[in-house]
């Protein structure tokens, strides 16, 4: 539930639209509105605690002490808040984070033409790189969730401009080749962080996208920093990440003896169900 403050916000914006019977107040509904929501309010955004209480035992030598999670919102953009607290709230699922569990994260990539995956573009679509996740409590039970980063908008993004991004559900997708590496309850921590502040970043088909987005979270806790080359897209566009790339360099580690080679898999693959019920598909305010 929203803090009324919050809710206040959204309101006051809805107040001060052209057509409205507070049209002419609505610079002063704007200041009252944004006096109550940065200057008394009583749930702050900075907070996380207040809308997400998390606290998370564990430690590598014992279970001794507590560490809780501090998730970076981006508190000027309402649209990226919610999303963030979306994905804040798919995460619960975890649970607490104790060093009994086993995790792991998983680099996956799907690329568009099974046959050759060197090519960027089949039948219009571009492949996909993504995450997932999975806490192992005990053998034969996994908590998992499956993730990436999507263009708000398809059709804006083929303006080569940044837009607004959103967070996809990637359950039960196919794909073709994934890096795995097992993470200690502190490392599973960090990446949850790290998802969250990311989740707020702006997509660019060329600058910033999926490949982009998996790469970075998955070298927050590796030890060797992955990076892919760019492609070239077709019709003149450019270069830009790919999953084409991602699978290529995979590839290469497995076939010359790299120390990742043993995590890595070529395959018909495919991502497990989320343990969650994903949200509903945001709505722009």
């Given at each position: ?30 200041l009252i509105g944004w006096f109550f929501f940065f200057i008394i ?8 605690g207040q809308f997400f209480p998390v606290s998370f035992f564990f ?227």
């Amino acid at each position: 539930m929203e803090p009324p403050s919050f809710r206040l916000y959204y309101f006051t914006r809805g107040l001060f639209k052209k057509g409205s019977k507070y049209e002419r107040g609505r610079y002063v509904v704007f200041l009252i509105g944004w006096f109550f929501f940065f200057i008394i309010n009583p749930f702050p955004l900075t907070a996380v605690g207040q809308f997400f209480p998390v606290s998370f035992f564990f430690s590598p030598e014992s279970n001794t002490h507590t560490v809780s999670l501090v998730y970076q919102l981006d508190t000027k953009h309402a649209y990226n808040l919610r999303k963030q607290e979306q994905l804040i709230s798919r995460f619960q699922c975890f649970g607490e984070l104790d060093a009994n569990a086993q995790y792991e994260v998983l680099l996956c990539a799907d690329v568009p033409d099974n046959d050759n995956p060197s090519r960027v573009i089949y039948y219009g679509q571009p492949g996909h790189v993504f995450l997932v996740l999975n806490k192992i409590p005990f053998p034969g039970d996994t908590i998992s969730q499956s993730f990436g980063l999507y263009p708000l908008h398809m059709f804006w993004s083929l303006s080569f401009h940044k837009i607004r991004s959103k967070i996809g559900n990637n359950e039960k997708r196919e794909y073709d080749i994934r890096l795995s590496k097992s993470l200690s309850a502190w490392e599973f921590a960090r990446l949850l962080e790290q998802a969250v502040q990311l989740s707020a970043h702006k997509y660019h088909i060329k600058k910033y996208n999926c490949m982009q987005f998996a790469l970075d979270l998955f070298n927050t806790v590796s030890d060797i920093q992955l990076s892919a080359n760019t492609v070239r897209f077709p019709f003149l566009v450019g270069k830009g990440g790919s999953p084409c790339a991602v699978y290529e360099k995979l590839k290469d580690l497995k076939t010359t003896g790299s120390p990742l080679a043993e995590s890595i898999r070529i395959d018909s693959l495919q991502s497990p169900a989320n343990s969650c019920p994903v949200n509903s598909p945001l709505t722009i305010h």
